[in-house]
């Protein structure tokens, strides 16, 4: 057989890449094998902030982990952010063949899942939300009205000049109010900078604008919610619960007592123990 000349090398090459190449908006990382798990980051965060929960599932499971593009070191794509990557999700699990599939989301990923699950078709089993909301915006906004947030806003254009210092000092103060744990303050500030400033500002208000309220009453599958008490109490927090939540018709929730936004960080203990104990059911 007559040795390729560099040329043939080349184009073999360009031709494995194209026909290996995913192009989905965010990265996947596998690890373990078994029933798939899909776990969907928070905004801003990338798949590590899964790290001590992949470490122990993937005995048992096989964990897809997700980053989302412009966070991390995944590329970031143009506007809309947040549809983009629930229409690739949806395209990921299909090309994959994956089926009863469970999601774990943190945050904006838990979101996502609730997101996923109130679709017709689906290939998913179980939905873990980890201290997420069906509408954000309904929460940070009084008087919320999904149709009034737009891209091209005063607080949009605000947020894209702020310079970097400035967005650095607002990503700290952040930080402290998303964890009680001081060491890992740091990591989610880091993960808040290190963001394409365009995806944080646009895809934050698509997360704004996306209202799940009604939607979740088309959910099918079971739903576990492990919410976060912090800042605000243990009263406040069920409260928000219940009236984001009432329309779903079935679903069972646990509250960390002491832990706020970063449950996995602030209750290690509690959240693996009441991860797996609804994983196992």
């Given at each position: 057989?007559?040795?390729?000349?560099?040329?043939h090398l080349i184009?073999l090459?360009?031709?494995?890449?194209?026909?290996?190449?995913?192009?989905?908006?965010?990265?996947?990382?596998?690890?373990g094998?078994g029933?798939?798990?899909?776990l969907?980051p928070?905004?801003t965060?990338t798949?590590?902030?899964w790290?001590?929960t992949?470490?122990?599932l993937?005995k048992?499971?096989e964990c897809h982990v997700?980053?989302?593009?412009?966070?991390?070191d995944?590329?970031p794509?143009?506007?809309?952010?947040?549809?983009?990557i629930?229409?690739?999700?949806?395209?990921y699990?299909?090309?994959?063949?994956?089926?009863n599939?469970?999601?774990?989301?943190h945050?904006?990923?838990?979101?996502?899942?609730l997101?996923?699950?109130?679709?017709?078709?689906?290939?998913?089993?179980?939905?873990?939300?980890v201290?997420a909301?069906p509408?954000?915006?309904?929460?940070m906004?009084?008087?919320?009205?999904?149709?009034?947030l737009?891209?091209?806003?005063p607080?949009?254009?605000?947020?894209?000049?702020?310079?970097?210092t400035?967005f650095?000092?607002?990503?700290?103060?952040?930080a402290?109010?998303?964890?009680?744990?001081?060491e890992?303050?740091?990591?989610?500030?880091?993960?808040?900078?290190?963001?394409d400033?365009?995806t944080?500002v646009?895809?934050?208000?698509?997360?704004l604008?996306?209202?799940l309220?009604?939607?979740?009453?088309?959910?099918?599958?079971p739903?576990?919610?492990l919410?976060a008490?912090?800042?605000?109490?243990l009263?406040?927090?069920?409260?928000?619960?219940?009236?984001?939540?009432?329309?779903l018709?079935?679903?069972?929730?646990?509250?960390?007592?002491?832990?706020?936004?970063f449950i996995?960080?602030?209750?290690p203990?509690?959240f693996?123990e009441?991860?797996?104990?609804t994983?196992?059911?």
């Open positions: 057989m007559k040795a390729l000349k560099p040329i184009l090459f360009i031709t494995s890449i194209a026909i290996n190449a995913q192009d989905y908006p965010f990265k996947v990382t596998i690890k094998t029933q798939p798990v899909l969907f928070g905004f965060c798949g590590a902030v790290e001590d992949v470490a122990e993937s048992n499971y997700f980053t989302f593009a412009g966070f991390g995944v590329e794509i143009v506007k809309p952010w947040f549809h983009k629930k229409n690739s999700v949806e395209a699990v299909k090309d994959n063949n994956l089926r599939t469970i999601v774990i989301g945050s904006l990923g838990g979101t996502l899942g997101w996923l699950a109130t679709e017709e078709e689906h290939f998913y089993s179980k939905i873990i939300v201290d909301l509408a954000t915006g309904a929460l906004i009084p008087d919320f009205n999904s149709e009034t737009l891209y091209d806003s607080w949009n254009k605000q947020m894209l000049a702020m310079d970097d400035s650095e000092a607002m990503a700290t103060q952040m402290t109010g998303m964890s009680l744990n001081k890992k303050q740091q990591q989610i500030k880091e993960w808040m900078v290190e963001a400033r365009e944080y646009y895809g934050y208000t698509d997360l604008k996306l209202d309220r009604e939607e979740i009453s088309k959910i099918n599958i739903v576990s919610i919410a008490a912090q800042p605000y109490g009263e406040m927090a069920k409260s928000t619960y219940s009236k984001q939540y009432k329309n018709k079935d679903y069972e929730i646990e509250f960390a007592a002491d832990a706020a936004h996995m960080y602030d209750s203990e509690w693996q009441k991860l797996m104990h994983m196992a059911k």
